[in-house]
């Protein structure tokens, strides 16, 4: 059996580190109480996450597929 995720999983990867740096970049502006740092972090994180839930829709969508063809 083949893994459905292996194309993806480069993007996973990129996907946790981006997540990872969001996560330093809002500790960092919370602790500088910078507002300006602090939105671009937010911006950082929602692009972060909309990326890693357009891999988990892409995943999705291939399990689908497998699920009816398995049937």
């Known amino acids: 059996m083949f893994d459905v ?8 990867n990129s ?3 981006a997540l ?8 960092r502006a919370g602790a500088g109480g910078d507002a300006g740092h602090g939105n671009a972090a ?3 994180t929602a692009q972060a ?4 839930e357009a ?3 892409a995943e999705h969508a ?4 497998l699920k009816g ?3």
């Open 5 to 12: 995720a292996d194309s993806l999983r480069a993007g996973f």
């Open 15 to 17: 996907a946790q580190r």
């Open 20 to 27: 990872l740096d969001a996560q330093t970049a809002l500790a």
């Open 42 to 44: 937010m911006a950082q």
């Open 49 to 52: 996450a909309l990326f890693q």
């Open 55 to 57: 891999l988990l829709a």
């Open 62 to 65: 291939r399990l689908a597929e």
């Open 69 to 71: 063809v398995a049937r």
